[in-house]
């Protein structure tokens, strides 16, 4: 039996890393997928035709998750063509490496704003049809370095932190609708780890560690896990996944 039968789920940073191979996975348990990124369409529909090649339904949208306009936008194609969101995940992000001292405030309200901000808006913005519902399930990103600590991503760090918090109150708020609300940390190898691990290199002469990150294919199941109904009573947590 598919796990996400006839679910529809909404894929922000979808069109590589992390997103795509999520996408994938949720298309494999018959889920019909929206994908959106902020740029790239080739990459994005490049996606879209793997998932409809695989016998899936998808859709391709661009949109920055830091503009509610752009937000309002997505969700409406999907309830659009497919009248209903089953499952949120909020996975756009950007890394800036650069130590705290060089971090410009223009560089940290843009790192909110699409991490932090973009986690709200997105949520926000399908809690109506949700509730509607009387159920769904919202999964958000968080990361290594809000929990123990860094380099040269305090903008990235902070936000992420955030996103725990806010993870753990809207779960809180929404458990009475049946809605789920959890978070994964991901140690992926993305093109965002690859940039770490220069700048580690650079700056701190520390070398990449066998097997430091696992493919993005390795957390997908996590991700399924909590889109799924075996998740139905795990609301509000935080789970770890991909480090060795």
């Known amino acids: ?3 996400l039968q006839n679910q529809v789920g909404i894929i922000t940073g979808g069109s590589r890393g992390i997103g795509r191979a999520v996408a994938l996975a949720f298309a494999r348990e018959g889920a019909r997928v929206a994908i959106a990124a902020v740029e790239d369409r080739e990459a994005l529909e490049n996606v879209e035709n793997e998932i409809i090649a695989a016998g899936a339904d998808a859709m391709a949208v661009l949109a920055n998750v830091a503009r509610r ?5 997505l969700v409406q194609s999907v ?11 909020n996975n756009a992000g950007v890394l800036r490496l650069a130590p705290l001292e060089n971090i410009s405030e223009e560089r940290w309200d843009e790192t909110l704003a699409v991490h932090l901000k973009g986690t ?5 913005a399908v809690l109506p049809f949700m509730k509607q519902q009387r159920k769904g399930k919202i999964i958000n990103i968080a ?10 991503v305090a903008d990235y760090a902070a936000a992420k932190g955030g996103i725990i918090a806010f ?3 809207a779960a809180s708020e929404l458990k009475s609708y049946n809605i789920q609300v959890n978070c994964i940390s991901p140690t992926a190898d993305t093109r965002m780890t690859e940039a770490l691990t220069d700048f580690r290199r650079e700056h701190l002469g520390i070398a990449r560690r066998e097997r430091e990150f696992v493919p993005p294919e390795a957390v997908a199941p996590a991700f399924v896990f909590f889109a799924s109904a075996d998740s139905d009573h795990v609301s509000g947590q935080l789970l770890e996944v991909g480090r060795i």
Request: one cysteine or more; proline letters at 3%.
């Open 120 to 124: 709200f808006n997105c949520t926000q």
């Open 1 to 3: 039996m598919l796990r």
């Open 69 to 73: 306009g752009d937000v309002d936008r």
């Open 79 to 89: 309830i659009a063509k497919w009248g209903r969101i089953d499952i949120l995940i």
């Open 143 to 152: 990361a290594p370095s809000a929990l123990r600590g860094s380099y040269g």
């Open 167 to 169: 993870t753990r109150n």
